[in-house]
């Protein structure tokens, strides 16, 4: 099976004009930087490919996840894993919950607790399964929401300026963890991102996306 | 399913108002069948016209609603003007926003032992600074001019107006707009009243606009307050609804349409008034005024919030205190002695009626919880926010006076032969309720976060599973504080519940209004603490609940 | 659910509730059984409201009734409320069932045929009642015809505080004490039952002759011989509390008045009612009563149901209950109620005149001989008019 992301004529319209158009594969394990000035739409793209487009837009084209289109497919269903720039773990919820929440159903119970713990071992937070999301450092919280994300399984991987909120030493740790996991898993991965030290330790191709409207 | 919410909760809101609208215009133009009457006919109002007391019914009207909303209006300006964001606004806003729950009719019943003549204050006050041994003959309650009935309305709605001013200001940056007229040389009120007041009421005009229908047409705090010689026009509508005599419910109904007709007149007026006020206003912001010492307007407002919180709660004080009183004579401060005999006398009524208020309560608010959350989750879905002209809808039910078209409802439901009781009661509840539960949640489950749903879904929950399991406990204050409005809402409607229920269905607050004219304080207290304590529980419960459920979940406590 | 009763009514005659057999009281008190009666009754009086609680203690203990007291503000809005059932076309189980009734709103249901009988002369108990030395028989002048049974005697008193004031003979000395206390008396405001009550206490004391009131009144007659009643109030009203520009609503709230030492002066339609007030503090235990030299009003209370109600046999068990020696004397303690009976003592067993004895009147209580003559109440057609008058003169738009 051919693994990637694959966006073919992919074009994003508001009010009838068009916002965004993209025409690109990501094969497994590279990363696609989407550079722009904000209000472009980079993160309109994303909502395109997660299934969650608002309906002030509109979306053509068509989107292939290792060969099957997903474009019609609900959310749920797309296995298409994202990060934002908040870390976004559900603040009701202990540490080992928030991991839980994206665990597939079946598996006993202490099945699945041997694999959070394990998982947070990878991320170098071992016990923290219990912990509230709040008492967590930054850097913490955002190794848990990637950890979160991949035991959900995903085949592709969304950053959406996932790094932009943390401070430069850390932003380069976190943001080789994602990169090497994405290696390592052979997930293509789309970036969106206005931060061109992202793109370039991204190391994989970049689109520049310009202001459509103003042409 | 979910499409078809929005359309159910809007029959469930408006049905029974257009229904009961028409119920009334049929009668008031001498249509009733059902009583063998046959329009069309201008003959109830002729008999309206004909009736002594409809000049001043009608002015008392007039008044006491533009009144008490000038004022509390006015109050709510300077006291956000003065103290907006200070940690003094913060107490006064801890303090105020129990109020709201206070029912009218138990806030009502304490104002009316404060400031009687006999009352609490002038028992303070006696003899030693008044020299009174008996209580003076004035005529404080019940006065001609409605003033009782204007204080009683304006201690209830400043902390509506406020609260409502409180989350306006949320969204209107105050801080900078304040900061920029400071450093331009203005005072701190007046650069309020210049640069945040405009945008903060073009939030809160419906709302006010709520406050002068309510006001206007309230029946239960003038059946207490009010003046009786004549009565306001709402009361005397109940009045005539209820005679004996068949033809005097045309009367009736043609005094509904009057009084439908005043409310819309008035709102017209009120709209006029804020094109008035702009327009001098923007000429007076234009004139650059720096107004800097506002030392005395910030007092005098903390003084006028003040009093309106002290009212509140000294009156429910003293609601406890004639509830456990044994004989109390004037000007003794308090009473010869302490009894529980009032309480165990009522108690036990009081109790049962406590249950059947919190059975209606309960249902009304359950269902408007599925409808409301219904259209909430629909417009998620869908991303088509709510529109300018749904948020009129949402307030519609609460701007027709419940007087014009609730008697219609009655003749309504009795013509077509439904069963009184404790359903329709419900749903004449839920028209209330739903309104206030669909504002009070609307903006808290707006602003929650969407990227939540959208990491939600990538992990491979579902659209139900995401509103069960992320959404919901994220929201649970809200939703539990909206629950607590609606039962509030629920436990103080006095006219639903005594017109729609024929009077088969009691609660605490028409036990408490009935009482009243009997006049027995002891009884009155028993009743109207336990209305309040009916209110008030479940708000504590709203606040106390996520507290526990969450509190090893830092982030969810504000 | 039409269909079912009529099914119901086919398949078990026992259960065809629309006209119980009157002629066979045991077969009325099962039918009662498990029947719930919803009575009616003015609630503005915490202690009225505490013995009908009582009543249905005891008629559930007894009969297996349950009783639901529906507290009215008026009783009129029952009188409505069985009116607009029969223009509905509700006939079988209409929201009430019993109602405390008097007067006009008596005479408007007999005669609008709104009413269930007559019954009350087929009542076990109605072999004890003083159905000749009590006015029992005609309401307001209205024939009752069975159609409504008694269940208490009331007639006028007035409340006066010793601390302030002395008794007075007639209406006029009333008149000349007010203006010489300003703002020392009131009275309930029409049309509440009470406050009708006082304006006929006062026709009836300024007129030479009364009589003339037992006869419907028309329009020839009426300005001339109500006359003397607006006069009066004319020279009154200016005196009263708050200078007759608010009222107390029901004659319950004048006890919170003379407690306050707002006024000192009331009128009561129950001679015990102050003895009862001053043991529940309401009252201070200064307060007496006196009546009037030339006699008082005096009137039966009686309790009617609704043609359409559901319940029919049930409220009859009520209302046989109500006219018990047990429920009479609990209703005369000054202590509960302080009503006077509508018994016949002598027409009691020796044990139950016993428990009558037993009662002792109270501090503020007269005595039967005391209570001296009952005037009767005028014909209703002179309260309807006298109360529309009332409200154009003094309740709206002075």
Partial sequence: MNKSLNLQEVCILRDGAPLIEVDHTIHAGEVLSVMGPSGVGKSTLLSFITGTLPSAFKGMGRVLLDGSDITQKPPHARHVGILFQDDLLFPHMSVGANLAFGMHPGGSKSEKRAKIDASLRDVGLEGFADRDPATLSGGQKARVALMRMLLSNPRALLLDEAFSRLDADLRAQVRDLVFRTARERELPVLMVTHDAEDAKAAGGEIIELKDLRAC | MLRFLPALTLLAMLGPVVAGLWGTLLPAFGHLPSAGLHGPSLDPFRNLFAWGGLADAARLSLTTGLVATALSLGIVALISASWSGTKAFRVLERLLSPLLSVPHAAAAFGLAFLIAPSGWVARLLSPA?????????????????????????????????????????????????????QSLGYGRVTGWLKTVFPRVYSQIRLPVYVVIAYSMSVVDVALILGPTTPPTLS???????????????????????????????????????????????????????????????????????????????????????????????????????????????????????????????????????????????????????????????????????????????????????????????????????????????????????????????????????????????????????????????????????????????????????????????????????????????????????????WRNRRNLHE | MKYLALVAAFAAPTFAFANPDLSDWDAVTIEANGQTVYWNAWGGSTTTNDFISWVGDRVMEDYGVTLEHVKLTDTADAVTRVLSEKQAGEDDDGAIDMIWINGSN????????????????????????????????????????????????????????????????????????????????????????????????????????????????????????????????????????????????????????????????????????????????????????????????????????????????????????????EAQARAQDPNVLGYGTVLNMDALTTDDRAVFDALELGIATLSPAELGSVQAEPHPSWMTRIADDWAERYGAGQ
């Avoid at chain 2, 309305?153 to 707009?177: C, D, N």
């Avoid at chain 3, 006082?198 to 006359?227: G, I, S």
């Fill in chain 2, 129 to 181: 600074l008044t020299g009174w041994e008996r209580p003076p003959d004035f005529l404080i309650l019940q006065d001609p001019l409605g003033l009782a009935m204007i204080a009683g309305l304006v201690v209830k709605e400043v902390p509506f107006l406020l609260l409502m001013t409180i989350a306006a200001i949320g969204q209107a940056q105050p801080r900078r707009s304040l900061l920029v007229a």
């Fill in chain 2, 235 to 549: 009361v005397q509508i109940v009045k005539w609804m209820s005679d004996p005599d068949l033809s005097m419910r045309l009367t009736g109904a043609a005094a509904a349409i009057l009084q439908l007709a005043l409310v819309i007149g008035v709102l017209f007026f009120w709209w006029l008034g804020e094109r008035f006020v702009a327009h001098f206003g923007s000429l007076w912001i234009m004139s650059g005024r720096r107004g800097q010492d506002d030392t005395p307007i910030r007092m005098f407002s903390l003084g006028l919030g003040s009093i309106c919180a002290l009212a509140v709660f000294l009156g429910i004080a003293s609601l406890l205190v004639w509830s456990l009183a044994a004989f109390w004579s004037f000007p003794n401060v308090l009473p010869d002695e302490f009894t529980w005999r009032t309480w165990s006398k009522h108690g036990p009524d009081a109790f049962a009626t406590f249950g059947e208020t919190f059975l209606i309560a309960g249902i009304a608010v359950l269902l408007a919880l599925i409808l409301v959350l219904g259209c909430l989750e629909a417009e998620h879905r869908s991303g088509r926010p709510l529109s300018r002209r749904g948020l009129w809808m949402l307030y519609l039910p609460l701007l027709v006076p419940q007087t014009a078209f609730l008697p219609g409802l009655q003749t309504l439901l009795l013509s077509i032969g439904a069963d009184v009781g404790r359903i329709p009661v419900i749903f004449a509840h839920l028209v209330f309720v739903l309104p206030y539960v669909f504002l009070s949640l609307g903006d808290p489950w707006r602003a929650w976060d969407a990227r939540n749903a959208i990491v939600a879904g990538a992990l491979g929950a579902r659209p139900w599973a995401i509103f069960w399991r992320v959404r919901v406990p994220m929201l649970l204050r809200p939703i539990l504080i909206a629950t607590a409005v609606g039962i509030a809402v629920s436990v103080g409607q006095y006219l639903p519940t005594l017109l729609v229920g024929g009077g088969r269905v009691s609660t605490l607050t028409t036990e408490a209004v009935a009482l009243a004219s009997g006049g027995d304080r002891r009884a009155v207290g028993v009743y109207g603490l336990a209305q309040t304590l009916a209110a008030l529980v479940p708000f504590t419960l709203a606040i106390v609940v996520p507290a526990v459920l």
């Fill in chain 3, 106 to 325: 008596f005479a408007a249901m007999k005669d609008a045929e709104l009413l269930f009988g007559p019954f009350a002369e087929q009542l076990p108990n109605w072999a004890v009642v003083d159905s000749e030395g009590k006015t029992v028989q005609t309401d307001f002048t209205v024939p009752v015809e069975g159609y409504e049974s008694p269940w208490a005697m009331a007639q006028v008193v007035f409340m006066y505080d010793t601390a302030d004031m002395e008794p007075q003979p007639d209406m006029a000395a009333i008149l000349e004490w007010s203006n010489a206390n300003p703002g020392r008396f009131t009275y309930p405001q029409p049309p509440d039952f009470l406050g009708t009550t006082f304006l006929k206490q006062a026709l009836v004391d300024l007129l030479d002759d009364p009589a003339v009131l037992q006869t419907e009144a028309t329009d020839e007659n009426y300005a001339e011989v109500t006359a003397p009643l607006w006069d009066y109030l004319d020279a009154l009203t200016p005196t009263l509390w708050r200078e007759g520009r608010a009222y107390p609503a029901t004659g319950p709230a004048q006890l919170q008045l003379i407690a306050d030492g707002e006024v000192d002066l009331a009128i009561s339609f129950s001679p015990g009612e102050a003895t009862a007030a001053i043991a529940n503090d309401q009252l201070p235990d200064t307060v007496r009563t006196f009546v009037l030299d030339g006699g008082t009003i005096g009137n039966a209370s009686f309790v009617a149901i609704p043609y359409n109600s559901g319940s029919a046999a049930g409220a009859m068990v009520v209302a046989n209950f109500l006219m018990s020696p």
